[in-house]
């Protein structure tokens, strides 16, 4: 059995949708118990909502609530007894084996940082979401975490990417890209030119520069950049779909013959969305800590909280982890890899 | 008659697909003269696989080349007889009345930062782009001219966008979005944070942050950004058409019954491909220099040229520029807006 700690009070829609999602989890998933965790008065009324017909799912009371206008430090300092840092808690205590939030992002990376402590050799945390392009799906980090990484952590970057690519997504030796304006290595930021560098001479199969236009073409099966702009592109990809919808519907309504055409396209239309749902992913893992914490985004929906708790369940078992510690223990690159400063810097999504 | 000078050695398929387009548009818009700018001798082997029906062409030679390698400090100081430079030292000489490059931007932004000087109240300049939204178009400045700008340079970017939405797309009281990883004011980093509060102390019409989502959505006339972020995006919006194209036609292979809906839906595809053609624009302006010089996409087609070079003349005649210096002259901002450093230390795309 997988004990799974779920932040009940994190998100835009918490704790409805969290609560619909993890009593799906639980109903769906024999091998997964659900800690939910937060206001235990707020989750049991939610609960009674809800129907659970198999499964295990127990609620830990924890008083106090992030929101996503608290800042990362803020949250951690003043709010000790907050659902999130009570997951995280549980989860370095061992009393779970995964904890899966949609809260605020930057406070889920701070009291993982500073509770759950790095993997030996990692400097700071990152989130590794998996997307779709027209080569099967590619691994982009980080989209979140870190807003201003150094070029030595865009390298740990593209070494957590790698070992995702092949453990989760099975590609047996995973192209990295950097993110970049152009394919040239003189391009970019010292930070990304440096970084180009680090990358160059790490024992990585890196092919270079990559641009905006090759997160679709699959040039990359790991596409390395800041958390910054990982974020605005992950939440632009969101929206390509429902626009497009909108598109296509709204030029329909100019040519009613169009509409016979619809019928016919449909199976070909629905496929194309199948291809790049991204409430399936669920949630993206925050690699570089030491232990399991999934994030999901703030606006999940509770079929997307069910599949970040699944999501959390497979990943317990893939030992990414000590994957990582190995790649980087055996590292060839000339930089510092060693030691970690434990600081607070995370950026907040 | 409004003279543009074209670099004609500048474009990943110069000078071939530059003569093309400066033809084209010689041929079509009898109120501009091209000036082709670049080696005599290609120049005019290309000029003869093509028949000049109308307008007026002439070649002005420049013996050197800078290429996509080059650093723009490199360019500028080594390559003093560059067609991007022959073309700058034209339009300062106001012997032309705008330029047209599709080559190194880098190199362009910093000689017409240096030679051609900035707009009174004006640091840096920046690159502007209209995309297409369910709006309508909306302006996204900086797409590569500065990858760190400062706040106050973004509160620039924001005014110099503003006055094109109004000159450019008719809107009368442009709303204006930064772009961050967050709706609040906390998020992004402290540059960001720093411009949140300058934005939210001007006379725009500021909304606030917007996130990746919303460019699609155009839930800002203005979207302000740094140029990396701004760069990664705006290849990544002209590469989803053509994968989407894809994607529909390999999902319709899967049923043969999708063709003849495809048949139907034509019209309304069209449609929609028309809306978001990166084509029609052909260029972008540079911002916050004095002259009018127009930046195209290093793999711009003949056609992206010539319409590069329609957009250089309607441009001219907006008087965005003299509205520019006016509302800096005014900015209620307490933020220090006056001098110029003219450092070089532009991005290049």
Redesign the interface.
Known sequence: MIRIAVDGMGGDYAPQVIVDGAVRAANDFDHIEVVLVGQEEALKRELKKHKLTGGKLTVRHASEVVT??D?PVAAIKKKKDSSIAVCIDLLQKREVDAVVSAGNTGAAVAAATLRLGMLKGVRRPGIAISTPS?QGMSIVMDV?AN??PSANELLHYAIMASVCAKSILKKRNPSVGL?N????E????EVIQEAHKLLRDSNLNFIGNI???????GKADCIV?D???G??????????L???K???KR??Q??P??Y??????????K??LE?INYEEAGGAPLLGVDGTVIIGHGISSAKAIRNAIRKAGEFVSTGVNEQIVDVIANLKSSAPTQGQDGKINA???
């Open positions: 996503m206008e800042t027209l979140g807003l201003n993110l304006i152009g394919e040239e003189c391009k970019g930021t641009e905006g236009r090759d997160f679709f073409n950049c958390g910054f702009v974020n605005v592109v992950l939440k632009l990809l969101e929206s390509v429902e626009t497009s909108i598109l296509v030029n329909m100019k040519n013959l169009s016979l055409g619809a019928y016919f396209m449909k199976p070909a239309i496929s194309v291809d950026g907040s999504v």
